[in-house]
């Protein structure tokens, strides 16, 4: 990675110019150089840089989820993850979630399903469940899992981790909002799914 | 009219853009990059009311990446002649509401415009401004009509001897809050001109309607305007008509001779995009002893901006509803220093049911008569205001099979006694009313040579799933099997059609798209079936057949019932169960209606218990401008939810037997959950949302 660059042209007064950097950026597996204004959110370098359009701004607040990508496999809402921090990361998005031209299980339940309308939450909607099916499995409890009272509460492995019900399912995916209101069927597609 | 025989229609099929939408390859409009683009970011009135007197325009140009300021004095002028006020935009130096559009700047990057937009200075002369939709306000008047081309007022025998007179009365003033649709997707445009005119990339209920928006605004012919939109994330009535923000983009790429690309933030969204109006409505209801109704009335109040007139139909549904021989129901409207509200899903009927139905269960337990009993015992045998017949009415059908699903047997009306630990239990029920509309459309259909056929309609898929609907009409209407048949929609280059918009969609373009389909079929049955190289087309135009159709009353209906729980602690309420049972003609594809009932009712679980904009009195803003303040229901909200359907044969409404399924989902169960409110706790909640603030004090 290159430094930060100031650029030294037209900036008027009291307003500095803008920082670029020169970083290679790693997503769905391809290694993308990419020279970035150090303002630039990852939402908006994968959007308007990349071509990378699955992932959806929805709120630019990170209120919404519809930007969900995985950040080294965890979830990370892009519109709030500025590019310049995440050159030593793999970024995965909805682009990348299928192998070999052949549908993630979670997008074939989603279809199977019917868990979407409009379709703009989707992408963010399906990062957030790999994401969150990682975290279950790894043991991370959440507020309706029985007996957490701290985080770690519920370790791995642990005998007796209670199942991934229908109410974990729901509280753990409620930072990915669907205006169409397709949530029943998004958490009987990622039942489907979870193991 | 007959329905044609269809086995495909009533199949429970995936979307055929499925696919497309879970792997993110589905192009949204701001996902259009053309060459050369630059990026717009409006600038937002920070005063309600008054004049902008500069804007420092200088200043930003002096900003790295920044190609243009556009404010109105140095913008091109449009034409909006007899058009929508809102869309003259920077054509005037004065402000009208607080978030209206004053500037846009043009940069190279989405990063120079947000921070050029976010600096530039206005000044203004700011006037005093009110914002508060408040009952006797001086400024309440009668609009000539409401929307979309209702009687303001109705009346029919003498509603206020019979009140009077009746043994009992329920007199309630109920309230709705201001709403926004907020579709996940935010409105925005993508503009580009060329020699041929303009063309736009926009996220949108109908093309069609953009297109012969834009065309005189800009003084072009329609045909010099295209508009392009294959998917659209959400829409619930804010994209049905082109706002400001499409006017905006078009002008500054005019302005800088490139292509714009424009997205309204969420927080923009607030005010420039439209509204459901806050409402107060005084429902009085006078009954006999038995329940049965001799006055119902119905009086609405509702706020529009000084810039447009939407006066929305908040009675309308009443007229409608119930029998009684005395009716009366009304609309006064108030112009604030407010954004124009506009559609949102289930205009009128949503926050109208909300009262009429709150209500009715007032006027249960005031008679000691079982709810559902009620509304049964006032259905009327005609459409009571009209005296025309009603095409098919199953309201007592979905409140029966309502009933025996849910459980409703055997319920103790007695409120506030149903107590699980910490928790008050009730439950609820509500009806649920939509018109059915059918507009004029077009469409071809074309025979391919390879033996395929392709049907084109400038329809929109906003989630609905009309893409897979009008492939499966098309299907069966040309005896083809589904993945020989192509439909295309979303651009107005396609044949025109009306807007995904009224719950008329399916209905509209499905006709359009029978007729071509009939007419090519005759074609090719006249040629033994042989296509040409070139292909063979044929096409339809429904104007006719619609104006034609007989003026029956023609409405879905549904129930709705609810279970919640209300924590005696902090007076916190959930909806345990909902269930809506709903009689909207033929069901075309289970699978996509179940999702849009469903997720119409969770819209309505949402405006019970979460949706509010709040209006900032000395600021004249929606202070929660954002999914941090203004709450709409997450997936932990919505648990047992369910939507079944009763069979309903309705031959007379079109070529598929359908009624529209878009909007009845969200009419009746903000009331349901309120009832079931009421009925575990004894609270009755009149103004929406059934905040905890709301319930607190009547629990502990």
Redesign the interface.
Known sequence: MRGPVRSEDNNGPGFPAPVTADIRLSVNGDEHPVTVDTRETLLDTLREHLGLTGAKKGCDHGQCGACTVLVDGRRAKACLTLTVTVDDREITTVEGLARDGVPHPLQAAFVEQDAFQCGYCTPGQLCSAVGMLAEFAAGWPSSVTLGAVSPGAVAPGVEGRPPLCDDEIRERMSGNLCRCGAYPNIVAAIRQVAP | MTTVAMPNVGSAL??V????????????A??N?PADLAYAVPVQATIAKGEISAVDVD???????VIAAIWHANAPRLAPRNGDPELAVLQSSRVAYRGQYVAVVVAE????AS?AAR?LRVRYDADEHDVELRPGHPGLYRPDHVNPYFPTDTEQGDPDAALAAARVVVDATYSTPAEHN?????HATVAVWDAEGLTVYDSTQGASNIRDTLAPLFGLPPGSVRVISP????G?GAKARAHPHVALAALAAKQVGRPVKL?V??QQMFAVTGYRTPTIQRVRLGADADGRLTAIVHEAIEQSSTVSEFAEQTAVPTRMMYAAPNRRTTHRLVRLDVPTPSWMRAPGEAPGMYALESAMDELAIACRIDPIELRIRNEPDVDPESGRPFSSRNLVACLREGARRFGWAGRDPEPGIRREGGLLVGTGVAASVFPVYRMPSQATARAEPDGGFTVRIAAAD????ARTVLTQIAADALDAPMDRVRVEIGDSALPPAWVAGGSAGTASWGTAVVRACEALMDVLHGRAGDVPPEGLEASADTTQEVRAQRRFAQHAFGAQFAEVAVDMDTGEARVRRLLGVFAAGRILNP??A???L??????GLSMALLEESVMDQEFGDYLNH???QYH????????D?DAVWIEEDDPGLNPMGSKGIGEIGIVGTAAAIANAVHHATGVRVRDLPIRLDKLVHGVI
Do not use: C, W
């Not at chain 2, 990057?109 to 120079?112: F, P, Q």
């Not at chain 2, 998917?231 to 959400?234: F, K, L, M, P, T």
């Not at chain 2, 906003?462 to 799933?465: D, N, Q």
């Not at chain 2, 469903?598 to 819209?603: A, D, K």
């Open positions: 995936d979307r853009d499925a696919l497309e939408k879970v792997t993110g390859r589905a192009r949204y701001y996902e990059f200043a930003v140009l002096q900003l790295p990446g990057t989405l990063e120079s921070e600096v907020n579709p996940m997707e935010p998917h659209v994330g959400g619930f997205a933030t969420r906003i989630g609905t799933g699978k996509t179940r999702s849009q469903i997720g119409g009712m969770t819209m954002d999914f941090a709409i229901a997450a997936s932990a909200d919505v648990r939810i």
